[in-house]
C-alpha cells in the first residue's frame, strides 16, 4: 500500500471533519479491497487474544464479565486517571472546565464515562477527556463546556437534522443485547444546510442521551452508517465527523454504501480512526439487500434497520424526539453530574433475552430461558440449605445477565418497564421455583 490512495490520502491536507476529496475527484483505479486490506492490516497488529476478542464483540457472541465487580480495582482506575489527568492538564481545556465547574470534570459518573469507553486504561481515558472538553468548546462553545446539553442547546438547523431521523436510537439490539446508533445520510432535511458543525452538535445529541446509561457505557454499542439508500448526490460529503472523542465504547462500527464512490469517500474517516477502534470498523459494498445480509452474519437483525418497507422507522424516532422534549421540560439542573436523573426516566424497551415480570410474560426467551435453569439446578435446590439456594438463586441471575438479559417489571404509575433489582430478581426466580415444584408435589400425592 506504499503508493496507494489510501497512503496518499494519509499523508495528504485535510480537516479532521471535514474530507478534502469528493466523488468527482476520487481516483478512477481505487478500489475497495484496498480499504478492506487496509483495515485488515490493523486487526493483523493485534496478539491473538486480542484478536479473538474484537471479532467474538463484532459477531455479538461475546458476554465479558463485569470488570466493575470488584470496588477496589474501581477505585484504583479512578485515582490513576486523576493521577494522569493532573500530569497532562496544565495549559489545556481541562484548567478551564476546572476553572468554570470543578464538580462537572471531578465528578465520579461523568469520569467513569471515560474508564468504561477506554476498557479501564486510565491514560486513554484522561487523554479522551481533554480531546471531548476540547470537542464540546469548539461546537457549543465555552460558556457551555460544563453543562449538559439539550435541546435547547441547538438551533434551528441543529434540530432539523435531528428531527429527519438522520441520527437516531434503534429500538431493536443486536444479537449480544448491545444499543445500536444508526445514521442515515439519506435522511438530512432539504431545508437544512447539514454544515459539519450542525451534523456535530445533533450527533453529539443523540450519543450522549445514550451515555445517560450505564448499561450503554459498560457493554458499549454497535455504529452503523447505512448509506445503502437511495439518496441525495454527494450526501456523504457533509456527514464526515462520527465523534471518536466521545467516551463511547464502539463495539462495532459498520458502514454500507451502493456506490464504489462513497465507498471509497469513507477511507478519510477510517485514516481518522484512532487504531483501536480500526479493527472493530467493516465497510460493506452492495445494495441495500446486500448491505442487510452482510450485517445479519454480525448479529445485526434487519428489523434494527429498516422496516418491513425497507425504510428507516421515523415513527420510533420520532416517539423518542418528543419523550426527549417532555423530559427536557422538567429538567432544571445544568449540571452533567446530574445526567442520571434522566436516565433514571429513560424509556426502556424489553428485548427477547429479558425476564419480564407480570402477566403474558411466560412466552418471552428470556422468561423461558429462566425456567430452563431453575428446571437444570431444581433437585439441588430442593436439598440445599437457605444459603446454598440463595447461591443457587445468584448463579441464575449471573446468568441470565451474562447473555445481556435484565429483569424487567412495569411501574404501576407510569405503566413504563424499569429495571427491578436484585432483591427483586432473587424473588422472582424463587417463585419460579416453587411453581415449577406445586404440580411436582400434587403429582407426588395423587
Known sequence: MENSWLQRLMNGPGSPLVPHVSAENTPRGTTSQELDLFLASSMAQLDVQQRETVLEELHGIRNSENPESNPASVDLWLQLLNTHLQSIKRGTVYETAEAIDRTYVTSRKFRMMFLRANRYDSQAAAAQMIKFLELKRSIFGQEKLTRKITLADLNVDDKKYLESGAAQISTKRDRSGR?????????????????????????????????????????????????????????????????????????????????????????????????????????????????????????????????????????????????????????????????????????????????????????????????????????????????????LTKTIIDEITKKGGRFLKQNEDTKEWEEANHTEASRKIAHTFRNIRRPSRAKNKS
Open 179 to 391: 444499543a445500536i446508533f444508526l445514521v442515515f445520510p439519506s435522511l438530512r432535511s432539504e431545508e437544512t444546510t447539514a454544515e459539519v458543525e450542525t451534523v456535530l452538535r445533533a450527533r453529539y445529541y443523540v450519543l450522549m442521551n445514550m451515555m445517560e446509561s450505564e448499561e450503554h457505557q459498560r457493554n458499549g454499542i454497535i455504529l452503523i452508517y447505512f448509506g445503502a439508500l437511495a439518496s441525495h448526490r454527494n450526501q456523504h460529503a457533509s456527514n464526515s465527523g462520527l465523534l471518536w472523542d466521545l467516551p463511547v465504547f464502539y463495539a462495532g462500527l459498520h458502514c454500507c454504501f451502493n456506490s464504489l464512490a462513497a465507498y471509497i469517500l469513507i477511507s478519510v474517516a477510517v485514516l481518522r480512526l484512532p487504531f483501536a477502534m480500526r479493527p472493530r470498523m467493516r465497510v460493506h459494498y452492495g445494495s441495500c439487500t446486500d448491505c442487510l445480509y452482510k450485517l445479519s452474519s454480525f448479529g445485526i437483525p434487519k428489523e434494527a434497520i429498516l422496516n418491513d418497507s425497507n425504510e428507516p422507522d421515523l415513527m420510533d424516532h420520532l416517539q423518542w424526539y418528543r419523550h426527549r422534549q417532555e423530559l427536557e421540560l422538567t429538567y432544571v439542573s445544568d449540571s452533567d453530574t446530574d445526567m442520571q436523573s434522566l436516565a433514571s426516566t429513560h424509556t426502556i424497551i424489553p428485548r427477547p433475552g429479558d425476564v419480564l415480570f407480570g402477566p403474558g410474560s411466560r412466552k418471552n426467551e428470556g422468561n423461558i430461558l429462566m425456567r430452563n435453569l431453575v428446571l437444570t439446578v431444581l433437585t439441588e435446590y430442593n436439598e440445599s440449605t437457605k444459603r446454598d439456594k440463595m447461591q
